[in-house]
């Protein structure tokens, strides 16, 4: 019902920018909950940026004032704008989506995109 595409990873410099995108497809896309997560190599996946579809948002606390999650109706697409990179946030980011629920977990999601590489260089 829910398809999922990241785009926007790469290799930047610590202290530089980048900006993700997760293309979407459903009908109902506005009434669902998005997401980013990330996975660093031997790590649990984790929360980094929700935004419900109510228009709430959350950030994981050592990304906030430098990550903005937002989200566009129209073109079906989810962002997540990250500023001040640091060597640590060196992961693969995932999207991911849900119609329904609560909490701020992996498992809490029903739908997730393949990754974007996010490569920080010190």
């Known amino acids: 019902q829910m398809q999922l595409a990241e785009a926007g990873g790469g290799l930047v410099q610590a202290g530089g920018s980048l900006r993700l995108s997760c293309a979407a497809s459903g009908r109902t896309f506005r009434f669902y909950d998005m997401g980013w997560f990330r996975q660093a190599p031997g790590k649990e996946r984790e929360f980094v940026a929700g935004?419900?579809?109510?228009?709430?948002?959350y950030y994981l606390n050592s990304v906030k004032g430098r990550f903005t999650i937002s989200r566009d109706n129209r073109k079906i697409t989810v962002y997540l704008q990250m500023n001040s990179l640091k060597p640590e946030d060196t992961a693969v980011y995932y999207c991911?989506?849900?119609?329904?629920?609560?909490?701020?977990?992996?498992?809490?999601?029903?739908?997730w995109g393949q990754g974007t590489q996010v490569t920080v260089s010190s």
């Open positions: 991911a989506a849900r119609n329904s629920g609560s909490g701020w977990e992996s498992h809490d999601y029903d739908y």
């Open positions: 935004m419900r579809s109510g228009g709430s948002i």
